[in-house]
């Protein structure tokens, strides 16, 4: 059970859009509609911010969204704040009714 | 409002039982909607799914961690638990508790508890 390849940094100044990557297999992101999306402030647990690839959770800022293409799921954030500079992490359902989770993106606000 | 809390030892010595208790409120624990689940997060280092729990009392681990974990349901007192066996320093983490309400929707979250494995 490999870790979901994430890019290790993303960067952006403030109004910017910025896309974080999650590339998987057919046998998890590619073969499922289960990837989510966590933010993860320091020293904080994680946040939902999107759920089953393009679902926002009540009170989650529609600055963020998700997709998918084959087996890559992505994580858009639009209008970029400072508030935004926090790691994020993907996770993915997987056939063998496990779940497995991306090497984490640092996304900093220039 | 749902709120989890993880309790439990902060320290465990090499080659014993790590364990961990999740308090849920605000949800039933016994809910058919509803899987229960732990993570953990190394220090500095990424996510890790350990294992799932549903109200049927039937559980899903780790491949990695398999032979190691239990997790059980205690619904007279909204609880769930994690038991790791065998720890070595490895095991040194910030574990947390999930609501799984999807497959792919883990919310919310307990505030994580930190179990360092040393002597």
């Known amino acids: 059970q490999s870790a979901l390849t994430q890019p290790a940094s993303v960067s952006g100044s403030p109004g910017q859009s910025i896309t974080i990557s999650c590339t998987g297999t057919s046998s998890d992101v590619g073969g499922y509609n289960s990837v989510s999306w966590y933010q993860q402030h320091p020293g904080k647990a994680p946040k939902l911010m999107i759920y089953d690839v393009t679902n926002r959770p009540s009170g989650v800022s529609n600055r963020f969204s998700g997709s998918k293409s084959g087996n890559t799921a992505s994580l858009t954030i639009s209008g970029l704040q400072a508030e935004d500079e926090a790691d994020y992490y993907c996770?993915?359902?997987?056939?063998?009714?496990?779940?497995?989770f991306g090497t984490g993106t640092k996304v900093t606000v220039l | 409002q749902v709120h989890l809390q993880e309790s439990g030892p902060g320290l465990v010595k090499p080659s014993e039982t790590l364990s961990l208790t999740c308090t849920v409120s605000?949800?039933?624990?016994?809910?058919?909607?509803?899987?229960w689940v732990w993570f953990r997060q190394p220090p500095g280092k990424g996510l890790e799914w350990i294992g799932s729990?549903?109200?049927?009392?039937?559980?899903y681990y780790n491949p990695s961690l398999k032979s190691r974990v239990t997790m059980s349901l205690d619904t007279s007192k909204s609880q769930f638990s994690l038991e790791l066996r065998s720890v070595t320093a490895a095991d040194t983490a910030v574990f947390y508790c999930a609501r799984r309400l999807t497959r792919g929707r883990f919310d919310p979250w307990g505030q994580g508890t930190l179990v360092t494995v040393s002597s």
């Open positions: 729990i549903k109200s049927s009392g039937r559980t």
């Open positions: 996770s993915s359902y997987t056939t063998s009714d496990t779940y497995v």
């Open positions: 605000g949800a039933s624990i016994s809910s058919s909607d509803s899987n």
